[in-house]
């Protein structure tokens, strides 16, 4: 299974974000649509990725509180990135390897969605259900041998 199935039935509603706008503003946004990341955005191509972790840290750096940091301060600027064309099991290995949780997908340097690990693990799961159920009909129609 490659990553561009999995983005056909996820959808291709994408959020982003510039890496000038402020992180309390990011925070809010992330909040209100309960996302987990949003890809920085920067002359048209993929900036960088925010996500709950950097939050996390720069809540640390700034003594408990989100200050007056924008999103470039503590996005991170070199995310994992995968392709349409990557299968599945390529991509959970890279995200265990990288303990990366989402990943930004990219065909060339078009943005094609985020891939989080959430996103993976279902695929996964719903492919070994179909092939397990598959697997207990194909034993379920065994055909009987005529004994001679």
Request: net charge negative; proline share 3%; hydrophobic share 45%.
């Amino acid at each position: 299974m490659k990553v561009s199935e999995i983005l056909q039935v996820k959808g291709n509603i994408l959020f982003t974000i510039t890496p000038d706008t402020a992180l309390m503003d990011a925070v809010t946004f992330m909040d209100e649509k309960d996302l987990g990341s949003l890809i920085v955005m920067e002359a048209g191509v993929v900036a960088g990725i925010l996500t709950f972790r950097e939050v996390i840290r720069a809540i640390h750096k700034n003594g408990g509180s989100l200050g007056a940091d924008t999103v470039r301060s503590c996005m991170d600027d070199h995310p994992l990135t995968i392709t349409p064309d990557t299968e599945v099991n390529e991509v959970r290995r890279l995200m265990l390897e990288k303990h990366a949780r989402y990943v930004p997908v990219l065909d060339q340097n078009t943005l094609m969605g985020v891939m989080s690990f959430y996103d993976v693990a279902r695929a996964v799961l719903e492919a070994q259900s179909f092939e397990n159920k598959m697997l207990k009909a194909y034993i379920r129609d065994w055909p009987v041998e005529d004994e001679k």
